[in-house]
């Protein structure tokens, strides 16, 4: 099965090009850009990376106040965290969706795509994108979510993995908060390439690239499989100290980021800010299907392995359809 024809639609709204590194990885370093680029507004950590631990820590707090037993693997907390799950979900995408595709408050300002996705496909569920896209994502990708963090919350309960805390580490805390976003970067890259293997494409994947003008919804919907890889990094705090509240915040971040990395725009404009988005580089992805299999922190990679897409270059054919 070949990815389906690139969209002749035309080009939108582009940020400068080429892309370029992000400040962590250019030489020699300049301290105040990769501080501006960390956590300036907006940068790694604010706005999004910060909700998502706010986000873990109510959570977390609602655990502890209803007395949940996680050594204890009982519908009685998993039940109330699946539909928690569910909520901030539903919600978070719709609010993104919303915001640019339903009501298109900015209309195509700042959009990649001039066109808009279209409403029918024969290569989608229900033969509708956005129906499809979100079947996919709640019934799949929160359950995988949910089932990650209930085992891991588990395991960390069981001293099966192991465990720290913030009053005897607080350094390392928050340091392993502030490398997550990172790690999930490289494993989002290296089990991105896994599952466009082929025979895994054809099965698999391919549900994902359905959406060749994505749109928020289309960040989640994935077959229950390339779920299961998806958020297979949450492994990592099986492997190492960890508390409760990174395990919450990490799988958090994997499920929600989408979001943003698929919303098709490069600026969200609200009266009159303007807050940049990141995602680009995956946008062209998109595009083009064999180039770009991270994102910008990992463009060193794609440029050894020949995959890097700097927004100019000519793709060859056999690239794009292959």
Request: net charge positive; charged share 10%; aromatic share 16%.
């Amino acid at each position: 099965m070949n990815p389906i024809p690139a969209d002749a639609a035309p080009s939108g709204w582009t940020p400068e090009l080429p892309l370029r590194v992000p400040p962590p990885l250019e030489w020699p370093p300049r301290p105040l850009r990769i501080m501006r680029y960390l956590f300036g507004f907006p940068g790694v950590y604010l706005p999004w990376a910060a909700l998502y631990a706010l986000l873990a820590y109510g959570l977390w707090r609602l655990l502890i106040a209803t007395g949940s037993d996680l050594a204890v693997l009982s519908p009685r907390w998993i039940l109330p965290l699946l539909g928690c799950n569910l909520a901030i979900a539903a919600l978070f995408y719709s609010a993104w969706h919303s915001w640019l595709y339903g009501r298109r408050k900015q209309g195509i300002a700042f959009k990649y795509n001039a066109s808009w996705p279209k409403e029918d496909g024969t290569h989608f569920l229900f033969g509708r994108p956005l129906a499809s896209n979100v079947f996919w994502s709640l019934s799949s990708g929160v359950p995988v979510w949910t089932a990650y963090l209930c085992l891991t919350l588990w395991a960390q309960a069981r001293g099966i993995a192991p465990v720290t805390s913030w009053s005897g580490s607080p350094v390392y805390c928050t340091a392993l908060m502030l490398a997550l976003p990172f790690f999930h970067a490289v494993h989002f890259y290296f089990g991105h390439r896994m599952i466009h293997w082929a025979p895994l494409y054809n099965s698999v994947h391919y549900l994902h690239h359905a959406n060749i003008n994505p749109g928020p919804w289309s960040g989640l919907a994935m077959h229950p499989v390339e779920h299961v890889v998806y958020f297979s990094g949450a492994l990592l705090l099986w492997l190492i100290p960890a508390t409760p509240l990174h395990a919450i915040y990490f799988t958090t971040l994997v499920a929600l980021a989408p979001a943003e990395g698929h919303c098709g725009f490069g600026k969200i404009v609200v009266g009159e800010a303007r807050l940049t988005t990141d995602n680009f580089y995956h946008y062209l992805h998109h595009k083009h299907f064999r180039v770009n299999f991270g994102d910008s922190l990992l463009i060193p990679i794609d440029r050894f392995f020949g995959t890097f897409h700097d927004g100019i270059r000519r793709v060859p054919r056999r690239d794009r359809d292959a």
